[in-house]
C-alpha cells in the first residue's frame, strides 16, 4: 500500500448515488479516480506524482479518494506522465479504462473502422484515441460539427454508410 496525499484536481465529482451500487458498504468515503504524490511506501515511490483506477472495490467497499489522504494499492499506481497537468491525469482514470476494456471486449484490430457515438464524451474521447493509437480508422459521432457525423442533423447516422463506401461500421 501506498500513502497518497491527493491533489485538489484528484477528486472528481462523486459517482455514487443511493441504489445504483448495491455492493457499496456504508458508511463510506467514495472516489475511485486519483492524482496525487506518494508521501508512504516502498521508497522508490516516496514523492512521485501518480495516478490511477481503483477498480471494482475502491470507494465501494473500501474507502476512496475524495479525501486528502488515501492508501492505494501498489499496483494500481502509474506514474503521472510531467506533461499532464493534475487536473488532466484526474480525469484519464476510468474513462480510458472503460474504453480498454470495451475495445478488448469487441476484439478490435488495426485496419478495422469504428463508428464511435458520443465521440465528445470523455469515454467516447479515449475510445477514438486508443482505437487510432491501435491502427484503426475511427468516425466519430457527436451533436453539431464536433465529429464527421451530426447526430442532430442525421439521427439515423447515415452517413456513415457513405463515410464507408457502403460498409456498415464496427
Known amino acids: 500500500m501506498q500513502a497518497l496525499q491527493l491533489t485538489r484536481e484528484g477528486t472528481a465529482a462523486p459517482s455514487l448515488k443511493l441504489g445504483l451500487f448495491l455492493h457499496t458498504t456504508y458508511p463510506r468515503i467514495p472516489g475511485r479516480d486519483f492524482v496525487g504524490i506518494v508521501v508512504d511506501g516502498p521508497s522508490q515511490h516516496i514523492d512521485k506524482e501518480v495516478f490511477g483506477t481503483s477498480g471494482h472495490d475502491f470507494g465501494f467497499t473500501e474507502d476512496g479518494c475524495h479525501a486528502e489522504y488515501c492508501l492505494i494499492s501498489e499496483k494500481v499506481i502509474v506514474e503521472k506522465p510531467k506533461n499532464l497537468s493534475f487536473a488532466q491525469a484526474a480525469s484519464a482514470g476510468t474513462p480510458f479504462t472503460t474504453a480498454a476494456i470495451a475495445l478488448r471486449g469487441a476484439g478490435v484490430k488495426a485496419g478495422e473502422t469504428l463508428l464511435?457515438?458520443?465521440?465528445?464524451?470523455?469515454?467516447?474521447?479515449a475510445v477514438a484515441h486508443l482505437a487510432k493509437l491501435l491502427g484503426c480508422k475511427?468516425?466519430?459521432?457527436?451533436k453539431g460539427n464536433a465529429a464527421e457525423i451530426d447526430s442532430a442533423?442525421?439521427?439515423?447516422?447515415s452517413k456513415a454508410t457513405t463515410l464507408t463506401n457502403g460498409k456498415v461500421p464496427m
Do not use: E, F, I, K
Not at 464511435?116 to 474521447?125: D, E, M
Not at 475511427?138 to 457527436?142: F, I, N, Q, S, T
Open 138 to 142: 475511427v468516425l466519430g459521432v457527436a
Open 116 to 125: 464511435v457515438l458520443g465521440l465528445t464524451g470523455q469515454v467516447g474521447s
Open 153 to 157: 442533423v442525421d439521427p439515423t447516422l
